[in-house]
């Protein structure tokens, strides 16, 4: 499957930005999907997934009743709703998918390219 990540961009401490990641290629719906950042200088990290059917979902204690993932499988696409932004969320934001629901990013089978999200204090 393919993953086009989108939605990054600049914002100040406290804004909002909705990352995108449209998939194509495979039956999106046999994939469990997560959200990886990796900031400069540090190692990639889990921030948030959803399973298949986007009845489970969980995050890193980090980003949790900040950020939301939910998918539209009749589009392909999976979001990532950040709010109260932080300068430590600044870091490239990448979409994967894999068949095992895992917050490890050597489970996912699949990944996108990055999208940029820098936060402003």
């Known amino acids: 499957v393919q993953l086009q990540a989108s939605g990054g961009g600049l914002v100040q401490t406290g804004g909002s930005l909705r990352l995108s990641c449209a998939a194509s290629?495979?039956?999106?719906?046999?994939?469990?999907m997560g959200w990886f950042r990796q900031a400069p200088g540090k190692e990639r990290e889990f921030v948030a997934g959803i399973s298949w059917n986007a009845i489970l979902t969980r995050y890193a204690d980090s980003v949790k009743d900040r950020f939301t993932i939910s998918r539209d499988n009749a589009r392909n696409t999976v979001y990532l709703q950040m709010n109260g932004l932080k300068p430590e969320d600044t870091a490239t934001y990448y979409c994967?998918?894999?068949?095992?629901?895992?917050?490890?990013?050597?489970?996912?089978?699949?990944w996108g390219k990055g999208t940029l999200v820098t936060v402003s204090s």
């Open positions: 290629g495979r039956t999106f719906t046999n994939y469990n």
């Open positions: 994967a998918g894999g068949r095992i629901y895992s917050t490890h990013g050597r489970d996912m089978d699949y």
